[in-house]
Structure formats: C-alpha cells, structure tokens
C-alpha cells in the first residue's frame, strides 16, 4: 500500500518568503508527527496531533511555525517569513495510534533551503 | 529532559567485520527503544524495537538489547554487508512524551568492500 507521501520534494524560498509543506499520511493513521532534521543531525519533534487536534507543539521553533490538519488525514506546515536557520529536511510521519510501541511510518522528507 | 546519546561517526569498516554502535539514553518514563536506519536517498525506516527491559529486537541480522540497569540499547551486527552503508539512528518514545520520538544524532557507517 502507499506510504506517506510528502511534497514538494525540494523548495528553494528566498528569505522572508512564505512556504507550505505538505503531508499525506497512510490512510487511516490517526497520529501525525512533524520533526525537523538539520544537515548531519537526528530529527527533532516539532509537532503531533491526533486526527484533527494539535495536541502538542512544543517543538515549534517560533511563532512563524504552524501546522494545521483540519480533516484529521492531510496536514500542511506553513512557514512565515523564512530565515535561513529555517533550512533543514521537514520530516512527516504517522502512525495508527497515539501508542509509545507503535512504528511511526516516514515520509522522504521535504529539503528547504532558504538564500 | 529524555535524551539519547550515540557514539559519533563515521564508522567504516570491511565487509564481513563486526558491528557495534553505542547508544545509552536518560528517561524519565519508561520508554520504548529503537533503532531507525537511513539508507543514501531514502527514508527514515525502523529497523528494530524493544519496548521491555531485556527484550532483543533483530532484523536483517541487526540486533539490539534494551538493558534498564546500564541504560543501554547497543545495535550490534557479527558481518556488515557493503549495502549496510547508511546512517542509523538510536532513539526512544514514552507514554508521557506522547510517543513523539527522541532521537540521537546518528552515526553513519561505511563498508568497504
């Protein structure tokens, strides 16, 4: 079946521009999890909902950052204002419950780079 | 805070030697364990789990055992394959953390043929 899918694959923004990335999860997963991943790091959480609700947004870096899923499948996270330390790989993962044990399922990510 | 800590890379070695990556981790739940893995173009996959002290998650020859005393999770492999080559990342969930994953920095390894 299909996996997550994200897009676009690659997005180049000049600084200040606004951005919005896209994620579709495996059909039926009810959580959903955004992670950032700076060149040569780990991911790092952003944010999670569970169907439709952001349950935690912890990770969001400022007030620029925001992430909405409003029918509980397909969710985007939109930058505003992009600055350069914005550049990283935008991970989506999802999986079939909100579980500590369950498998979280990737997307191939969206590279930003922002000149 | 929770954290996982995992020995810095690059790593290479020949083909057929054998394989540790250290990873400890500092919890305040009880937290399940995993090592996610990242070949060259794609993805992050899950290579194994262990959700319970002293329980072994393998796959593909990997393994690794979840030990509560040391606070270790160490990804073992008795003979790497060149297409072993990929960065692998230790990491952890908790029910109070609300199953978001914390990663470690990764350790990319290298086979030579």
């Known amino acids: 079946g299909a996996g997550v899918s994200q897009s676009p694959r690659y997005k180049v923004a000049k600084r200040g521009q606004d951005v919005a990335l896209r994620c579709d999860p495996i059909?039926?997963?009810?959580?959903l999890f955004w992670y950032q991943q700076a060149l040569g790091q780990g991911p790092e959480f952003l944010t999670y909902?569970?169907?439709?609700?952001?349950?935690?947004k912890s990770g969001l870096p400022s007030d620029r950052f925001f992430a909405e899923r409003p029918e509980g499948s397909v969710s985007t996270l939109k930058i505003q204002r992009t600055q350069q330390e914005d550049s990283a790989v935008y991970l989506c993962?999802?999986?079939?419950?909100?579980?500590?044990?369950?498998?979280?399922?990737f997307g191939p990510g969206t590279r930003l780079t922002v000149t | 805070g929770d954290s996982v800590t995992q020995m810095e890379g690059p790593v290479t070695l020949s083909e057929e030697a054998f394989l540790t990556i250290n990873c400890t981790y500092t919890?305040?739940?009880?937290?399940?364990l995993f090592w996610y893995v990242q070949y060259p173009g794609e993805g992050l996959q899950l290579l194994l789990k262990?959700?319970?002290?002293?329980d072994k998650g393998s796959n593909k020859g990997f393994e690794a055992t979840y030990r509560k005393e040391t606070t270790s999770f160490h990804l073992e492999k008795g003979s790497v394959q060149v297409s072993d080559s990929a960065v692998y990342f230790c990491?952890?969930?908790?029910?109070?953390?609300?199953?978001?994953?914390?990663f470690g920095s990764g350790t990319r390894l290298s086979i030579r043929p």
């Open positions: 919890a305040t739940g009880y937290p399940s």
């Open positions: 059909s039926g997963h009810v959580s």
């Open positions: 262990a959700t319970k002290a002293d």
């Open positions: 993962a999802s999986s079939l419950w909100w579980q500590a044990t369950l498998e979280q399922y």
């Open positions: 990491a952890l969930t908790t029910y109070s953390s609300a199953s978001k994953i914390i």
């Open positions: 909902f569970q169907n439709e609700a952001q349950l935690d």
